[in-house]
C-alpha cells in the first residue's frame, strides 16, 4: 500500500495549521507591542501635560518651590513607572524625579530636541535618548511656555524593558496557547486520517485479492460514513463477481455434459459402421440415430446462440399487429403428430372470435412454440393441454396449462436459468437442453411484457402477457 494519501493529507492540513496559527500569532504579537507601547505613549502624554501645566508653570508662576517640585516628581515617578526631567530655556535639566537621577542635573538636552520644543511641538520617541541612557526607552517631552514665553520644558522616560516585559508575559501564554492549540489539532487530525487512510488500504488490499481470483472476500468496515458506503459497494461487487463466476463455472460444466453425450453416441454408431461391428443391414438405422444426434447439437448451438444475442442486446422486438388465435392454431398443428401419438386431449379457448395484438410476430411464434412443445413433452399419456386466452386490464393474457406433472415452489423460480432442467424430467426427456423457457424468458422481457407459471400437484401453467392491438 502507498503511504501516498497519508502523508499528502498530513502535509496539506499540517502546513494550512501552522500557516494559520503562524499568521495569527504574528498578528497578534504585532497588536500587543502596538497597544502596550501606544497606551504607555498615551499615559505619559497624558501626565506630560499635566506636569507641564500643574508643576512646572508653578515654578514660573512662583507658587511651587524646587524642593516640592522635586517630591512630587518623585511621585508620579513610582505611579507612572517613569523617570521625570524638567528643563531650562537653555536646555539644562534642573529637576529629576529620583536621586538615582540626579548624575543627570546639570547636563544639557541636545539642541535638536530643545529646538523642537522651542517651535511648541511634542516629542515622541524610542531609543537611548542620544546615549543618555543604556537601556532603550520611550521617551515623551512637553514644551513649557509661561505667559508666551518659552520657559523649558519636561521629559519622561518609561524604560522599555518594563514596557517589554508585561508584552513578553502576554506573548508568552499567546504562543503556548496556539502551540498547545496546533499540537491538539494536529492529534485529531491525525486520528481522522487515519481512519480514511486505514480503511482505503484495506479496501485496496481487498481489490488485489479479488483480481487474484479469490472472489469470496469481503470487508468488514464499519466508519459510518461514505467510505463505509464504498466498503458495502465494493462488497456487492464481489458478490456479484462471484456469482459470474459460479455461472460461468457452471455454464461451461452444462456444455460440456450436454456436448459429451450425443458426441460419444456418435462416435460409438460412425466407430461401429466404420469397423464393420454394425452390420450393413443395420448401418441405416445408426446413420439415421446419428443424424438425430447431429440435429440436436445443431438446435442447442442455435439456441445458445441466440440467447447470446438477446442477452448481448443485438435484438429488437419489432412489433406488428396481427391476429392471435389464428397463430396459436397453426402452431398447435405443427404439433399434432406428438399430440395424437401421446392421445392428449386440447382444449382451446378464446375470449373473442378475432384477437388482434400488438407484438413482434417472429418472437410471439417462437414462444407459443416453446411453451407448447414442453407441454406436449412433459404431459404424461392420456393427459390435456388447455389453451386459453382472456383479457385483463387491456392486455390480453395467454395461459398453456398441461395435466398430470408438477413444478415445486423452487422451481418454478429457477425454470426460467439457462440450462436449467427439471430433476424429475432430466435424462428421461433427452431431447431438451434447458435453453427453451430461457429464451422465452428473454424475449418476453424485450417486449415489455411479463410471463409466470404456476403449478399445483397434478397441473403446470405458463401465463403471459401480450399487448393489445387495433
Ligand atoms: N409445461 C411444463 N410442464 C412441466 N415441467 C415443465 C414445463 N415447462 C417447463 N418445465 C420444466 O422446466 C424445465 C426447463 O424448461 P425448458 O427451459 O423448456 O427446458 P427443456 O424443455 O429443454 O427441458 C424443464 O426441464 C421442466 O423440468
Ligand atoms: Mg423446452
Not at 382 to 403: A, D, H, M, Q
Amino acid at each position: 500500500m502507498k503511504k501516498g494519501i497519508f502523508k499528502k493529507l498530513f502535509i496539506t492540513y499540517g502546513v494550512t495549521i501552522i500557516l494559520g496559527f503562524g499568521i495569527l500569532a504574528l498578528v497578534l504579537m504585532k497588536l500587543f507591542s502596538q497597544y502596550f507601547i501606544d497606551s504607555k505613549k498615551d499615559l505619559l502624554l497624558e501626565y506630560g501635560q499635566k506636569i507641564t501645566q500643574d508643576i512646572a508653570i508653578g515654578i514660573y508662576a512662583g507658587r511651587l518651590d524646587r524642593q516640592t517640585l522635586n517630591e512630587d516628581l518623585k511621585v508620579l515617578d513610582k505611579f507612572l513607572d517613569a523617570r521625570i526631567w524638567i528643563i531650562d530655556k537653555e536646555g539644562t535639566i534642573f529637576g529629576v524625579s529620583g536621586t538615582n537621577e540626579e548624575q543627570y542635573l546639570g547636563q544639557k538636552v541636545d539642541g535638536t530636541r530643545l529646538g523642537v520644543l522651542y517651535r511648541g511641538r511634542n516629542i515622541i520617541e524610542t531609543g537611548n535618548f542620544g546615549s543618555k541612557f543604556k537601556e532603550p526607552v520611550l521617551t515623551v517631552g512637553y514644551p513649557i511656555f509661561y505667559e508666551s514665553e518659552f520657559e523649558g520644558g519636561v521629559f519622561i522616560h518609561a524604560a522599555m524593558p518594563g514596557i517589554q516585559k508585561t508584552f513578553r508575559d502576554v506573548y508568552n501564554m499567546t504562543v503556548l496557547a496556539i502551540v498547545f492549540s496546533g499540537l491538539l489539532a494536529y492529534g485529531i487530525l491525525y486520528f481522522q486520517i487515519k481512519r480514511i487512510s486505514v480503511p482505503l488500504g484495506e479496501i485496496s488490499k481487498a481489490a488485489r485479492v479479488i483480481s487474484g481470483g479469490e472472489f469470496q472476500k469481503r470487508l468488514e468496515i464499519k466508519t459510518g460514513d461514505e467510505i463505509e458506503e464504498l466498503a458495502e459497494s465494493f462488497n456487492d461487487m464481489a458478490e456479484s463477481l462471484e456469482k459470474i463466476e459460479e455461472n460461468r463455472r457452471n455454464f461451461i460444466a452444462n456444455i460440456s455434459h450436454d456436448l459429451r453425450s450425443p458426441m460419444t453416441s456418435i462416435r460409438g454408431f460412425v466407430g461401429g459402421i466404420m469397423d464393420g461391428t454394425i452390420p450393413s443391414d443395420m448401418q441405416q438405422h445408426y446413420l439415421g440415430i446419428v443424424m438425430d444426434e447431429c440435429q440436436r447439437l445443431i438446435k442447442m448451438t442455435n439456441g445458445l446462440l441466440e440467447l447470446n444475442n438477446i442477452q448481448q442486446g443485438r435484438v429488437e422486438a419489432n412489433k406488428t399487429n396481427f391476429e392471435l388465435n389464428e397463430l396459436i392454431r397453426r402452431k398447435l398443428i405443427n404439433f399434432e403428430k406428438n399430440i395424437t401419438m401421446k392421445n392428449l386431449d386440447v382444449l382451446l379457448n378464446f375470449y373473442d372470435d378475432t384477437t388482434i395484438v400488438n407484438a413482434d410476430k417472429a418472437m410471439m411464434e417462437r414462444v407459443i412454440t416453446n411453451l407448447l412443445d414442453n407441454a406436449v413433452k412433459f404431459t404424461g399419456e392420456k393427459g390435456s393441454i388447455s389453451l386459453k386466452t382472456r383479457e385483463e386490464k387491456n392486455k390480453v393474457i395467454v395461459e398453456i396449462t398441461n395435466t398430470g406433472v408438477s413444478i415445486n415452489k423452487n422451481e418454478l423460480k429457477t425454470m426460467w436459468e439457462r440450462f436449467h432442467k427439471g430433476d424429475s424430467t432430466r435424462g428421461v426427456y433427452k431431447s431438451g437442453f434447458g435453453l427453451g423457457l430461457a429464451i422465452v424468458k428473454e424475449m418476453i422481457i424485450l417486449q415489455n411484457e411479463e410471463i409466470w407459471a404456476d403449478s399445483d400437484h397434478d397441473y403446470v401453467r405458463l401465463s403471459f402477457t401480450v399487448g393489445k392491438g387495433k
